[in-house]
């Protein structure tokens, strides 16, 4: 387990360090930030002064090591546009994100396992069939077009839910949460909607998969000859067997979603990082992009690891084979 | 267009078919699910669409002479000011929303088909080799696919359009890296497989090139689950292109797919003006189900598992 996780630790900084020489260098070459942000009629010192201001005279592999140094501090530069620490900017904006993100998880858990094990029970029936067409549709509809279509029929034909940014929010620890209030809880609605989608058809799927296999194994045949009630035997025996891969996709699938709100917190104007991104690439803001890029890769190799040894807690069988190799 | 019948094989000539007998197994099976048939009658519909996009269009779109700002954001079926219908009206600009689709439609489904001809050639390649000389190369291939797919694709495109800009051939270098593990894996995984038969140790026994061995005598075992992937991931590639053009990373303005069309409409959705959104939305969906339903089938015609 130590070998595993010493070799997986190692692997993370070699990806990280590759990540950042890739997005410095690669950012430095797309244009120049200078001439997008100084007023028009400024004189050539005014050019040179900004460059200097903001260390772009310098040359490339110089900025990379005052990038290295100043970032293994906590600090990741300044913004261009906004004038303030780009680290400061994106954890303003990280609640935002989690909290759509979290909530979408729970939206597909919610809604798609309930399902899932309906259809896995009666595959036979409309319902069931139903479920599993809406479930390929959920694969297939780009996620930013029903987005869009969420807006049109809620908040545009029907006028019931509110389709931009946050709503009321209220403080917990000093992070700002809109689903405490009534009015945040109907701005988070249709974006978590919309995000969860894609993974809820995953999960229809896989519970649905699970449970059909699960209901003709002879242990479940058993508990039923014993006389144990349907609902028992599904929701104890049963469950218990498809919660393994069930926890493994869900726990995957969190970063998955974490960068499916880039779509979403666009479409909906969701006050999050990946917002932040998308105006800071258009904006050519390079210390944002480069801040953005270290702190959604080092989120997703802790998420990575941490699924990964989870999974190997849960299931006896993986350890195992993990020690042979 | 040949990279469109590499990735569906069954819309081959039937009478070609018929001289080879796994061929016409492979499009009998597939005929049984109506619903397939009618995904590949989709995608064949849309594959004519992008191919004579520009003769089968009312108006070139991009053409200013054509163009009337007079008729701008008219409703669908309205009439134009120079007499002549747009059936599915007009956007910001005045141009006809229909010759709009269809010439969005031909760059979606040319940056789709690009990328994942591309990517099949790069991925393909490396996980055969792969495979086959094993060793220190496999690993470190291998570790690289690994760290790749765990990362969304939409990320790894966000990141590589925020470092190379905008346009066409972009887009596609994007989309490539992003799909090329995808390949690479699966046929690495079938190709190991297929390396331990009998017919591979004739040949090396017969000491054939590395090069013969790999592209005539491995390359077309490993094809069937290729041709899944390749199906599917057409499908995938317009979506993404089409969500990043809508977060406005993908394709310039001057060449919108029907992910730029979309977010153009975008502005007036608010405002009730919902075709000039809507429906490259509609045009989107339409190919990418068809596609998809044409891939689902696939899986399961080519699958030795599920053979009878």
Redesign the interface.
Known sequence: MSVFLIRRLM?SVI?LIVMSV??FT??F???DPVELLIAEDATEEDVALARQQMGLDKPIWQQYGIFVGNALSGDLGKSFVFRTPALDLLMQRLPATFELTIVALLMSIGIGVPLGIYAGLYPETLFARGIMAGS??G???????VG??L??IF??MLGWLP?TGRGETVDVFGIPISILTWDGFLHILLPAFNLSLLKMALIIRLTRAGMREVMLTDYVKFARAKGLSTRRVVFVHAMKNIMIPLVTVIGLEF??LL??S??TE?VFAWPGIGRL??SS??LLDRPV?VAY?LV??TL?IVI?LAVDIIYSLVDPRVRLLQQKS | MSVADNTSPPKADPAAALQESPFRRIVSDYMESPLAVIGLMGAAIVIFIAIFAPLISPQNPYDLGAIDILDSLLEPGAKAYTGGTYWLGTDDQGRDMLSAIFYGLRLSIFVGIGSAALAVIVGTTVGLCSAYFGGRVDTLVM?AVD?QI???T??IA??L?????KGVDKVIMALVIVQWAYYARTVRGTALAELGKEYMEAGRSLALSNLRMIFRHLLPNVLPPLIVIATVQV?NAI?LE??LS????GLPVTEPSL?LL?SNG?DY??G?K?WI??LP?VA??FT??SI?LVG?RLRDVLNPRLQK
């Open positions: 692997q990806v890739i997005v690669g950012v070459a797309i244009g390929i549709l694969f297939s509809l780009p996620s930013f077009w869009l279509m807006i049109m908040g545009v389709t970063g998955d960068a499916g880039i779509v666009t991104v998308v690439i258009g992009i890029m959604i890769v997703f990575n | 570790r760290v765990s990362f969304p939409v990320l966000l990141i359009l925020s470092l190379l800009g499908a979506a089409a969500a809508f977060l406005g990373l992910g979309i975008y959705l608010l009730g919902y959104s809507v939305g989107l969906l990418i189900i998809n689902d």
